[in-house]
C-alpha cells in the first residue's frame, strides 16, 4: 500500500516522538493535536501540522490516532456537531488507531471505520515514552491480514515487534491482559520486598534469588521496586516514571470493563486495580506504578 498522506491526530507523549520517527523516515505526515501547545512542540520538532483533524485527514491515506482514550476515538470518528473524521476522508482510507482503549469501543470503532467504507487497524503499543522516542514500540495488533500487511512498514518505523493478535479488537484484549499479568505482580513482587525487609533479607539476597527462580517475572528483574539490584529501574530514580500509576490504574480499569463483559471470574486483577486506583488518588499518578512499594511499606510500618 502507498502509504501517501498519514494523518497523525493526538501528538501528546506518545503522538509526538513516533509522528516525529516516521518524519525522520521520509513520510509524508500531517499532525494534530486538540491542544495548541502540542501542536507548537510537533512543529518546533519539525513534524508538518494542519488547522483543524478533518484537514490534516482530507486526502490522507492513512489516518493515525494516539488519543487518551475510546470515548475520544468514537468522537473523532463520527465528529460532534459535525461530520467526524470517518465522512471526510477518501473511500478505503486506513485508520489506525494506536490508543489504549476498550475492547467494546475498539470493536465499535472498527464497525464504524467498515461500515463508512474504511479499513481499521487496531495497534496498541507497550513500551512507553523512551520505546516510542527509540521506536521500539511493540504493537499488539487487531487486523485483517491484509490490513496488517499495508500497515506493517508504518508499524516497523516506530516499533521493534509486531504481534497479530486476531481480528479488530484482539490487540486491546492482548494489552489488557497483559498490563492485568503486570499489575497484579508488580504489587506481589512489592509485597514480597517488604515482607523479606521484615525478615531481615538484603533486597540483594532476596532479588538474586527471586531472579533465577519460580518467582521471576518483569516486575523484578526489569522494573525492580526497590533501588540497587536494577540500576536503571524507577526505583533508583525516586520513582519517576517509567510507567506511571496513573496508566496503570487506566489499563486495569479497562480490564475491570473487560472482565465485567465477559463474565471472567476473576479476583486478582479487580483487586489490583483498586489497588491502583488508590495509588492513583493518593499522589502516586505521576510517579512509576513500581512506587507502589511504599504504600506497602507504609501501611506495614510499626508492626516489626
Ligand atoms: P497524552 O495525553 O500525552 O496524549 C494524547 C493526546 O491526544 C493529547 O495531546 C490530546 O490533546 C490529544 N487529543 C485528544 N483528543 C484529540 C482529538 N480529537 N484530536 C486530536 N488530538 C486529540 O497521552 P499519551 O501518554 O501520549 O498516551 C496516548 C495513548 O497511548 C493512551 O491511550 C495511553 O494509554 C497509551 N499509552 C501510553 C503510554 C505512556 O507511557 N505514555 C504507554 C503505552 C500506551
Known amino acids: 500500500m502507498d502509504s501517501g498522506t498519514i494523518a497523525f491526530l493526538g501528538l501528546g507523549h506518545m503522538g509526538l516522538p513516533m509522528a516525529g520517527n516516521l518524519v525522520a523516515a521520509g513520510y509524508s505526515v500531517r499532525g494534530?493535536?486538540?491542544?495548541?501547545a502540542a501542536v507548537e512542540a510537533a512543529q518546533a520538532a519539525g513534524i508538518p501540522t494542519a488547522a483543524s483533524a478533518l484537514e490534516a485527514v482530507k486526502g490522507?491515506?492513512?489516518?493515525?490516532?494516539?488519543?487518551?482514550?475510546?470515548?475520544?476515538?468514537?468522537d473523532a470518528y463520527r465528529g460532534v456537531d459535525g461530520p467526524?473524521?470517518?465522512?471526510?476522508?477518501?473511500?478505503?482510507?486506513?485508520?489506525?488507531?494506536?490508543?489504549t482503549i476498550n475492547?467494546?469501543?475498539?470493536?465499535?470503532?472498527?464497525?464504524?471505520?467498515?461500515?463508512?467504507?474504511?479499513?481499521?487497524?487496531?495497534?496498541?503499543?507497550?513500551?512507553?515514552?523512551?520505546?516510542?522516542?527509540?521506536?521500539?514500540?511493540?504493537?499488539m495488533i487487531g487486523a485483517l491480514a491484509e490490513d496488517l500487511e499495508a500497515v506493517r512498514p508504518l508499524l516497523e518505523v516506530m516499533g521493534g515487534k509486531l504481534v497479530h493478535c486476531g481480528d479488530h479488537g484482539a490487540?486491546?484484549?492482548?494489552?489488557?491482559?497483559?498490563?492485568?499479568?503486570?499489575?497484579?505482580?508488580?504489587?506481589?513482587a512489592s509485597e514480597a520486598f517488604v515482607l523479606g525487609e521484615k525478615l531481615g533479607l538484603t533486597h540483594q539476597a532476596l532479588y538474586d534469588v527471586v531472579s533465577t527462580a519460580s518467582g521471576q517475572c518483569w516486575a523484578v528483574t526489569?522494573?525492580?521496586?526497590?533501588?540497587g539490584p536494577v540500576p536503571a529501574s524507577p526505583a533508583n530514580r525516586d520513582y519517576q516514571?517509567?510507567?506511571?500509576?496513573?496508566?496503570?490504574?487506566?489499563?486495569?480499569?479497562?480490564?475491570?470493563?473487560?472482565?465485567?463483559?465477559?463474565?471472567?471470574?476473576?479476583?486478582?486483577?479487580?483487586?489490583?486495580?483498586?489497588?491502583?486506583?488508590?495509588?492513583?488518588?493518593?499522589?502516586?499518578?505521576?510517579?512509576?506504578?513500581?512506587?507502589?512499594?511504599?504504600?506497602?511499606?507504609?501501611?506495614?510500618?510499626?508492626?516489626?
Do not use: W
Open 222 to 227: 526489569t522494573n525492580c521496586p526497590v533501588p
Open 171 to 188: 490487540g486491546q484484549a492482548a494489552k489488557v491482559c497483559n498490563n492485568m499479568i503486570l499489575g497484579v505482580s508488580m504489587i506481589a
Open 84 to 99: 467526524g473524521l470517518l465522512d471526510v476522508a477518501g473511500p478505503g482510507t486506513m485508520f489506525l488507531d494506536c490508543s
Open 32 to 36: 494534530f493535536d486538540v491542544v495548541p
Open 241 to 304: 516514571p517509567g510507567f506511571a500509576g496513573a496508566l496503570m490504574a487506566k489499563d486495569l480499569g479497562l480490564a475491570m470493563n473487560a472482565i465485567e463483559s465477559t463474565g471472567v471470574a476473576a479476583e486478582l486483577g479487580p483487586m489490583a486495580a483498586r489497588i491502583y486506583e488508590r495509588f492513583r488518588d493518593e499522589g502516586g499518578a505521576g510517579r512509576d506504578f513500581s512506587g507502589i512499594i511504599t504504600d506497602i511499606r507504609d501501611r506495614s510500618a510499626g508492626v516489626d
Open 60 to 74: 490522507a491515506h492513512v489516518v493515525l490516532t494516539m488519543f487518551p482514550g475510546g470515548q475520544q476515538l468514537l
Open 103 to 139: 475492547v467494546d469501543e475498539a470493536r465499535e470503532a472498527a464497525g464504524l471505520v467498515v461500515e463508512a467504507g474504511h479499513r481499521s487497524v487496531d495497534a496498541p503499543v507497550s513500551g512507553g515514552v523512551v520505546g516510542a522516542e527509540a521506536g521500539t514500540l511493540t504493537f
